[in-house]
C-alpha cells in the first residue's frame, strides 16, 4: 500500500516472549492507529497516535503497548505474547483523524504458540 | 454502549444486480460514515465518507445513503460485476474522539 508498510508480514512467536510490530509511513500523516481483525470481531482499535509521543488506548489495549517517537513509526509491542493475540494487525494512518478516510496497511499475521 | 451492525454477513447477487449494503447503528451520534473495501489478505481501502447532514453521495458505479433519524447508511453498487466481489467494511466516527469504529463487514460474491 502506497506510503505505508507494515513488518513484518507474519510472524509466529512462542508464548509469554515479547513481540514488536512495526508500521513505517512515508505521507507525514500526524495520526498512526494499531487494529486488529479476528473472525466475528471485526476491526477494533489497540491504541491509535496523534501526534509524536502523544498516544491513547483503544477498545482493545490490554496486553498491548506503543511508542511513536518519530512522525514515521508507531510501534506496537506485546509485552508477553499470549494465544488469545493470535490476530492479523493493521495500521492505519491518516492526515486528519479520519475525515478524508484511513490508509491501512497490508497488515501483520502474528501467531502465537 | 455503542454498536454498529452491517446487514447479514455474506450476500450474493447475479452480474449486473444491483447490490445494496446496510449499516445500523446504536448509541450513536456519527460526524460521518465511511466505507471501506476489503480483499483477502489485504488491508481495507477507503471507497466514500459522507458526512451527517448529507443525504447521499456518488461515486461512479458506488451510491451511499446516510439516514441519521433511521440510523442507518445503504451502500449501493450499481451494475456489480464479479470484480466487485469482497468484504465491504462500515465505519464510524463520533468526531471528537478522532478515530474510527467499524462493523464486522459483509461478504459480497457477485456470480457470473
Known amino acids: 500500500d502506497a506510503g505505508i508498510t507494515q513488518s513484518p508480514r507474519h510472524k509466529v512467536t512462542e508464548t509469554g516472549t515479547p513481540v514488536t510490530l512495526r508500521c513505517h509511513q512515508t505521507e507525514n500523516h500526524r495520526y498512526m492507529y494499531w487494529y486488529r481483525q479476528d473472525p466475528g470481531h471485526g476491526l477494533r482499535l489497540i491504541h491509535y497516535?496523534?501526534?509524536?509521543?502523544?498516544?491513547d488506548k483503544g477498545e482493545v489495549s490490554d496486553g498491548y503497548s506503543v511508542s511513536r517517537s518519530k512522525t514515521e513509526d508507531f510501534l506496537l509491542t506485546l509485552e508477553s505474547a499470549t494465544s488469545s493475540q493470535t490476530s492479523v494487525y493493521f495500521c492505519a494512518i491518516s492526515e486528519t483523524g479520519g475525515a478524508y478516510g484511513y490508509t491501512f496497511g497490508s497488515g501483520t499475521r502474528l501467531t502465537v504458540v | 454502549s455503542q454498536k454498529i451492525e452491517q446487514n447479514s454477513e455474506a450476500l450474493n447477487i447475479q452480474e449486473g444486480k444491483t447490490a445494496t449494503l446496510t449499516c445500523n447503528y446504536t448509541?450513536?451520534?456519527?460526524?460521518?460514515l465511511q466505507w471501506y473495501r476489503q480483499d483477502p489478505g489485504r488491508g481495507p481501502v477507503f471507497l466514500l465518507l459522507?458526512?451527517?447532514?448529507?443525504k447521499e453521495k456518488r461515486k461512479e458505479r458506488l451510491k451511499v445513503t446516510f439516514d441519521t433519524t433511521l440510523k442507518q447508511s445503504l451502500f449501493h453498487i450499481t451494475a456489480s460485476q464479479p470484480a466487485d466481489s469482497a468484504t465491504y467494511l462500515c465505519?464510524?466516527?463520533?468526531?471528537?474522539?478522532?478515530?474510527?469504529?467499524f462493523g464486522s463487514g459483509t461478504q459480497l460474491t457477485v456470480l457470473p
Open positions: 497516535s496523534y501526534g509524536v509521543k502523544d498516544t
Open positions: 459522507i458526512r451527517e447532514n448529507e
Open positions: 448509541n450513536y451520534s456519527p460526524a460521518y
Open positions: 465505519a464510524l466516527d463520533s468526531g471528537s474522539a478522532r478515530q474510527l469504529t
